[in-house]
């Protein structure tokens, strides 16, 4: 221990943390203009520069979207580190060190609500939790909101932040695929609409499941959406892939996206989707 240390801890108090410059301002990771975080936040985390959509976290994507008073729908309870899986770190650590560093017990956060008076169910999956990695939580969570949809009889909207399946819970990850796929199936047939929102990045095994399989399918500007990383498909394939690949503006030129929304107009949007999607109730 050097002397300073030990004359400020012979004190007997800590000195109370003053904000910095690192606390006020955020570099914009586009255009790297410098923000004033109180700006940039209530600017939706949207650089008023280069309009670069930044990560938002569930709660703030579900204040977004929902009217006020909304109701959030509990985590699953699923069992946790079902293989003891380890790799530099154990699982379960991991999974303390993530719930320590976010509001939310897992990946994905379901909510019941209305968008501008319509009625929704809404999951949101948020990528500041482990890459929103995709585990059983994360399924039962989406396979109880579409339930919570079919219940309520109305659309289910489903925002997706993903770096794929989650590989601490090997194939169990990997069958959440097909148990969403399946909770799709039975949206499409009692003809409720299932919206996917899809921002920031949504990969992997998210992609290859709910995240391609709604009747709508919204993009937020910029965001990455793919399966495989672009090294790994150039790797394959042996050719330089286009400008731009794999962003949502690309994908909405060559049809696999509907339509590239800013998030200023997102709920709008869906509010006006919903009006065209929504079932006509028999008089």
């Not at 801890?9 to 923000?35: H, R, V, Y």
């Not at 956060?109 to 809404?122: C, E, H, Q, T």
């Not at 579409?146 to 819970?169: F, H, I, N, P, S």
Request: hydrophobic content about 40%; aromatic content about 8%; glycine content about 8%.
């Amino acid at each position: 221990m050097n002397w300073f240390n030990r004359v400020r801890n012979s004190l007997g108090f800590a000195p109370e943390k003053k904000s910095t410059e690192k606390d006020l301002w955020i570099k914009c990771p586009s255009c790297q203009e410098m923000l004033f975080v109180a700006d940039y936040e209530a600017n939706l985390s949207v650089c008023p520069k280069c309009e670069h959509h930044g990560r938002i976290g569930a709660d703030a994507r579900l204040g977004l979207l929902l009217d006020d008073g909304f109701e959030v729908l509990p985590l699953p309870k699923v069992t946790e580190d079902p293989l003891q899986f380890k790799d530099t770190k154990k699982y379960i650590d991991r999974l303390k060190a993530a719930r320590a560093a976010n509001p939310h017990e897992d990946a994905f956060v379901v909510s019941s609500g209305f968008i501008d008076a319509k009625p929704a169910v809404v999951g949101v999956q948020d990528f500041s939790f482990m890459g929103g990695s995709m585990g059983m939580a994360v399924g039962q969570a989406f396979c109880n909101g579409a339930q919570k949809a079919l219940d309520r009889g109305c659309a289910y909207v489903v925002v997706t932040a993903a770096g794929g399946a989650r590989m601490q819970e090997g194939i169990l990850s990997l069958m959440q695929m097909p148990r969403a796929t399946v909770m799709t199936r039975r949206l499409k047939n009692a003809g409720l609409p299932y919206i996917v929102v899809l921002t920031d990045p949504t990969t992997g095994g998210v992609t290859a499941s709910y995240a391609m399989l709604g009747d709508i399918h919204i993009a937020e500007p910029g965001a990455l959406i793919g399966f495989a990383g672009q090294r790994v498909i150039q790797d394959t394939i042996r050719e330089q892939l286009p400008e731009g690949f794999q962003r949502a503006e690309y994908l909405h030129k060559h049809g696999m996206v509907d339509m590239v929304v800013p998030r200023h107009e997102l709920k709008a949007t869906l509010a006006q989707v919903l009006d065209y999607l929504a079932p006509v109730k028999a008089a």
